[in-house]
C-alpha cells in the first residue's frame, strides 16, 4: 500500500537517507502531519521552529512521493499571472499573494542556506520556452507582469532563447532569474534533517488512517499506533489515494486528478555535448500542451520530463516518445546511453491553484501544485505551520472543498485527452517546421 522510491538518478546520487523508525504505541503532540514530502517537512520544521511539538508519519519513506521523484526545478509563481491572482481574489489579497508565490523560489534557496542542506542547489534561472505564437503572446505577458512589479523576469527573443538552451525549436519566451534546480531527493533529506533537529518526531512506513474526535483532541491511527494531536496537517498532494478510503480524508483525493509524469535522464555527457546543451545551465520548460521539461544535473546528465501514461512505470518502452523528444530538440543526444526512467504522480486541479482547506476545525491541508510544488509546497509548509500556530494575516485564501465529478472514470477520458494535446502539439511543429 505505501509508495516506495523507485530507483532513478536521484536515488543513486541523493546524500544518504537518514532512517526514521515506524510509529509504535501512542504519542502526543501540538500537531501531527500526515505525509513526508516538501507539505508536510516545510510545515514540520515551520512549526517546530515556531515552538509546537510534531509528529510526522509518512507511509513509505522520506520523499518517496513527488517531492523525491520530480525534475527539480525550482519555479516561482503560479500558472496564473500576477493581474489573474489580483482579479480572482482582490487587489490587497491578489498582491499578497503574488508576493508570496513571486518569493518562491528565493524561499527555497534561503532555506537550503539556512540548514546547510547539501542538494546542488543552483539559483541560475529557469526559462520557459515557446513553441507556438500565441504561447510567446502570453509568456511575454507574464514577463511584463512580473518585470513592472520590480522581479527579475526577463522576455527573449528567436537569437538569444536558441543561446540559452542550444535548441531552435522555439521562438522565444522569458528568463525568470529567481528560478533555478536542486537535487531534489536531497533538498526533501535535508529537510527531513532539518525538521528532526529543531524537534520534530518522524516516523516513516506509518500509513495515516482518516484522523478521529477522541475528545478535544484528533487522533491518528497507524496499524501500530496512534497520534493524539490538538491539530492534524495533511501534506499528501498527488499521493492522497494511497490508503484509499482508509487514507488521511478520502473526499480531498476527488479535489485532485492525479497525472503521471516520467522523466529520463543520460549518462553524462562528454564536455563537447555539455557545451552544446543548456550552456548556461538554467532549467527549462516549454508551452506545448503535454510540456516538455528539461536541465542538466550536477554531473551534466540530460534530465528529460515530460507526460506519462497513467500508470507508474519502469518499462523503458513507456518512455520512449521522452526519449524522442529530447532527442529532436538535441539531435546530438541520439547516441547517447539513458541511464535511468523513473515516474510519479503530479496532482492537478482545475483551476490550475493549489489549494489550501481547513477540512474540520483543526485539520489542514495543502495540495494541487500542478507540477509546480518543488518552491510552493515549500511555502505552503510554512504558509499551514503559520495557520495553526496563529500568526500574521493568511497569506494564502482557503477554498471550499470540490470533489471533481466522475474523479472514478478520469482514466480513459484523460488518456483521450493526452492523446488529442499530442496530436495537436504535432500539428503545430509540422507548421512551424514547415515555415520559412
Ligand atoms: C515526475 C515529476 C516531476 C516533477 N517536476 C517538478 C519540477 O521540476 N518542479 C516543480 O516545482 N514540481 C515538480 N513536480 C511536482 C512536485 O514534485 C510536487 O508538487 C511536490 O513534490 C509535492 O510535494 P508534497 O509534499 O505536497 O507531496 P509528495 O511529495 O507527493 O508527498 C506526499 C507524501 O504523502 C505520503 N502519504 C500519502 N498518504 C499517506 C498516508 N495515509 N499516511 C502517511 N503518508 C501518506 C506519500 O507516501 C508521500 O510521500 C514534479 C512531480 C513529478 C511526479
Redesign the pocket.
Known amino acids: 500500500m505505501?509508495?516506495t522510491l523507485p530507483d532513478s538518478l536521484w536515488t543513486a546520487t541523493a546524500t544518504p537517507a537518514a532512517s526514521y523508525p515506524p510509529l509504535e504505541g501512542e504519542e502526543r503532540a501540538d500537531v501531527c502531519i500526515?505525509?513526508?514530502?516538501?507539505?508536510?517537512l516545510s510545515a514540520a520544521l515551520h512549526l517546530a521552529e515556531g515552538g509546537a511539538s510534531v509528529v510526522v508519519?509518512?507511509?513509505?519513506l522520506v520523499?518517496?512521493?513527488?517531492?523525491g521523484?520530480?525534475?527539480?526545478?525550482?519555479?516561482p509563481g503560479l500558472k496564473l499571472d500576477p493581474s489573474e491572482l489580483e482579479a480572482e481574489f482582490g487587489a490587497e489579497r491578489g498582491a499578497r499573494l503574488t508576493d508570496l508565490v513571486g518569493g518562491a523560489a528565493d524561499f527555497v534557496f534561503d532555506l537550503v542556506r539556512r540548514h546547510r542542506i547539501e542538494c546542488d542547489a543552483r539559483q541560475d534561472g529557469w526559462i520557459k520556452a515557446c513553441h507556438s505564437e500565441a504561447a510567446l503572446r502570453a509568456a511575454s505577458h507574464t514577463a511584463e507582469e512580473w518585470s513592472r512589479r520590480n522581479r527579475a523576469v526577463e522576455a527573449i527573443d528567436r537569437v538569444r532563447i536558441a543561446e540559452l538552451t542550444g535548441a531552435d525549436a522555439y521562438i522565444g519566451g522569458f528568463v525568470d532569474h529567481r528560478g533555478g534546480v536542486v537535487q531534489?531527493l536531497s533538498y526533501t533529506r535535508g529537510l527531513a534533517r532539518a525538521a528532526q533537529q529543531a524537534g520534530a518526531r518522524i516516523h516513516e512506513r506509518?500509513?495515516?488512517r482518516t484522523p478521529r474526535r477522541g475528545g478535544r483532541e484528533w487522533v491518528v491511527a497507524t496499524a501500530s499506533g496512534s497520534v493524539r494531536a490538538a491539530h492534524v496537517v495533511i501534506?499528501?498532494?498527488?499521493?492522497?489515494d494511497?490508503?484509499g478510503a482508509q487514507?488521511?480524508w478520502p473526499k480531498l483525493a476527488r479535489t485532485v486528478v492525479p497525472v503521471y509524469?516520467?522523466?529520463a535522464a543520460t549518462a553524462p555527457l562528454s564536455d563537447d555535448l555539455r557545451r552544446s546543451i543548456l550552456p548556461k545551465g538554467q532549467a527549462v520548460s516549454d508551452s506545448r500542451r503535454l510540456l516538455r521539461?528539461f536541465r542538466l544535473d550536477a554531473a551534466g546528465r540530460m534530465v528529460m520530463?515530460g507526460r506519462g501514461r497513467m500508470r507508474e512505470s519502469s518499462d523503458r518502452s513507456d518512455y520512449a516518445s521522452i526519449i524522442a523528444s529530447a532527442i529532436e530538440l538535441y539531435p546530438q543526444l541520439g547516441a547517447c546511453d539513458w541511464e535511468f526512467v523513473w515516474?510519479?504522480?503530479?496532482?492537478v486541479t482545475l483551476d490550475h491553484l493549489p489549494h489550501l482547506h481547513e477540512l474540520a476545525p483543526g485539520v489542514h491541508a495543502a495540495?494541487g501544485?500542478n507540477?509546480?510544488?518543488?518552491?510552493?509546497?515549500t511555502v505552503m509548509g510554512k504558509v499551514l505551520a503559520d495557520r495553526v500556530l496563529g500568526r500574521g494575516a493568511p497569506a494564502f485564501p482557503e477554498s471550499p472543498l470540490r470533489p471533481i465529478p466522475f474523479h472514478r472514470g478520469r482514466r480513459p477520458v484523460f488518456e483521450l485527452i493526452v492523446a488529442w494535446k499530442r496530436i495537436l502539439d504535432r500539428m503545430e511543429g509540422v507548421h512551424r517546421r514547415g515555415r520559412p
Open positions: 505505501a509508495s500526515i505525509g513526508g514530502g516538501f507539505t508536510g508519519l509518512e507511509a513509505g520523499g518517496s512521493g513527488a517531492s521523484r520530480n525534475g527539480g526545478q525550482v519555479i531534489p506509518s500509513v495515516a501534506g499528501t498532494n498527488g499521493y492522497t494511497l490508503a487514507g488521511p509524469s516520467y522523466i521539461y520530463g515516474g510519479g504522480k503530479v496532482a495540495l501544485y507540477g509546480r510544488g518543488v518552491a510552493m509546497a
